[in-house]
């Protein structure tokens, strides 16, 4: 894809000790105080760019109209920390570990498309790992890796599948695999988003994001072809060869030997897919083409869930309370969303009226308060 060029942050002055927000640093004596950042939809303001390794706080206050993201990356553009569907006048925390020294990047994403405000971030400090010497953060990494790699296995397989329906011309059997093919990545789609070269967008953009002059990829163009048109073309076949590229990148990257995460992008990933949900499943804007998202809704609530099962021991002691009523909010959301099923899959989205999707809009509301907290407390 085409890049736009990236707008320049600004600093704001004095550091603002926001209550409540400090999180001891596991190699540190000392605690950190919350970067705060002021997003509007022309500027993304940091407190300061300074930040040390360990456990950064960043309280983010959505000062404009749009509804705002702001992220935390390597200079290489590796997500480290997102948090998604801020709303006008909303403030959010996120979480990142940083464990080495080095220069990093900040945005702000106004409207949640385009390439956003982007400034610089400089990390000092010793190199801190909060998982080692915690055997339940420890345990709690390696489950969710262990996931995440069963997940791009399953996604390889099922795209595999997928494309060779297309190749061979299928077109009802390739619309019966789409929602299918596409529930291991709904599943882990935060990891997909935290690797560089815009891989989750060639995997997984919508129409709707598509800026002038960029390629078109991955799965939505295909779902076009397939439940609008109808028909399979040479181009389409095209898209499914280039989907199966990028999903081997994506499992490639996920068994490298220096993959890894930490116990924060775990917490923020699982929010993150149900952010996924507010943003684009529970308004219909995800698979505009073949109303197949009930099944994403689906595969994000099942990542979620995943990644706080992956965080269960650490919370069982930080928070016993917190875990249980996440659990709880889970089972609910669950429930709700079973009125849909049917046979092994889910109704069309467009017989989902206003009044229900509200109703499943409440019960995700009340998950993720409580989900929310949870990276402080994995970090603390």
Known sequence: M???????????????????????????????????????????????????????????????????????????GRILGEVENIGPGATRNLVVEIQEAGSYLTQCKPGMVGEGIQGPLKVTGDSVNLAEGDAALSEAVDRYLDYVRSQTKALQSQVDEFTAAIDSGDVETAKKLYPIARTPYERIEPVAESFPDDLDPR??????????????????????????????????????????????????????????VTPAQIASGAQGLLDEIATSKITGEEDIFSHTDLYDFQA???????????????????????????????????????????????????????????????????????VSAVQEKVTS
């Open 300 to 370: 994000n609530l099942d990542g979620s869930k995943a990644a706080i099962a992956s965080l269960e021991k650490p919370l069982q002691e930080r928070d016993k309370d917190l875990l249980e009523e996440i659990n709880k909010r889970f089972d609910a959301v669950q429930k709700l969303l079973d009125k849909y099923r049917e046979g092994d899959g889910f109704i069309s989205y467009e017989k989902v009226n206003e009044s229900q999707r509200k109703e499943l809009s409440v019960a995700l509301d009340q998950l993720t308060e409580k």
């Open 2 to 76: 085409t890049t736009q060029p990236f707008k320049t942050i600004r600093v704001a002055a004095p550091l603002l000790l926001i209550p409540g927000l400090l999180v001891a640093c596991a190699d540190k004596a000392d605690t950190s105080e919350a970067i705060t950042v002021a997003a509007t939809d022309t500027a993304c303001e940091l407190s300061t760019t300074d930040a040390t390794t360990g456990t950064n706080t960043f309280t983010i206050t959505n000062n404009g109209s749009k509804v705002n993201e702001f992220y935390v990356l390597t200079e290489a």
């Open 203 to 260: 995997i997984d953009l919508r129409e709707a994001d598509v800026a002038d002059g960029d390629d078109w990829t991955g799965f939505h163009p295909i779902e076009k072809d397939l439940f609008t048109k109808g028909k399979i073309t040479d181009e389409t076949k095209k898209l499914a060869e280039q989907l199966k590229k990028d999903v081997a990148e994506l499992v490639d990257g996920v068994n490298a030997d220096d993959y890894s």
